[in-house]
C-alpha cells in the first residue's frame, strides 16, 4: 500500500538531477566526472604538490585551478586512506580545510560590512511604510459618528429597551459590563 501512495506522489526532484545540482557550487566549481575526464586532473605532469599548498592551503586554495585543486584533494584523499597517525599536523589541516572550508557551497554569500547595510535598509523600509501610514491617517475624513462614546451609550440603552441577548448580554440580569462602549 504504501508504494502505490508514494509512486502517485509526483516527484518534485528530477530522477537525473544529482545532488551537486541542488547547492550553492557553480559550474566553473563543479568537480563533476566529465570535468575529470576532460581535463584528465590526475594524469597531469604539471599538478600541484601537497608540501607546496599545505603549509597555508587557506590562502592558496582560492588561487588554484579548479585541475590542481582536485589534485590536491585526490593526494589528500590518498593520504587519509593510510594510518591517521602517520599524518602530519599540515595534512590534517589541509583534510580539515577540504571538507569544510568555506568555498563551494560553504562560501560566504554576504561580504563583511553587510550587516548594517540591510539594517539600515530595513529601518529605512519600516520608517517609509510608517510615514505613509501617518499621512494616510492625517488626510484620512474623521471617525463616523457612530464611533463616538455617547452614540455607544444610547446603543446600550436601546439594547436594554428592546432586550437583546437578554441571557448574558446587556439585557441580562445583572449584567456589569461595557456592552457597546469600548
Do not use: C
Request: aromatic content about 10%.
Amino acid at each position: 500500500m504504501i508504494g502505490t501512495v508514494r509512486s502517485s506522489l509526483p516527484r518534485v526532484i528530477p530522477r537525473n538531477a544529482t545532488s551537486i545540482a541542488r547547492t550553492a557550487v557553480t559550474k566553473s566549481e563543479r568537480w563533476t566526472p566529465a570535468v575529470v575526464r576532460e581535463g584528465k586532473l590526475l594524469e597531469q605532469s604539471g599538478g600541484v604538490q601537497l608540501k607546496d599548498v599545505l603549509p597555508n592551503i587557506e590562502s592558496h586554495w582560492a588561487k588554484l585551478s579548479n585541475e590542481q585543486q582536485y589534485s590536491v584533494y585526490k593526494q589528500l584523499e590518498e593520504v587519509q586512506r593510510k594510518d591517521w597517525h602517520d599524518m602530519t599536523l599540515n595534512e590534517q589541516k589541509g583534510a580539515y580545510f577540504i571538507a569544510y572550508g568555506p568555498y563551494g557551497p560553504r562560501k560566504v554569500v554576504s561580504p563583511p560590512g553587510q550587516t548594517g547595510k540591510v539594517l539600515f535598509g530595513t529601518a529605512l523600509a519600516i520608517s517609509i511604510g510608517l510615514g505613509m501610514f501617518a499621512t494616510v491617517r492625517y488626510f484620512a475624513a474623521p471617525a463616523p459618528k457612530t464611533m463616538t462614546t455617547e452614540y455607544k451609550e444610547k446603543e446600550n440603552e436601546r439594547a436594554k429597551e428592546l432586550g437583546l441577548n437578554p441571557i448574558y448580554g446587556v439585557s441580562s440580569e445583572g449584567y456589569k459590563g461595557k456592552g457597546f462602549v469600548p
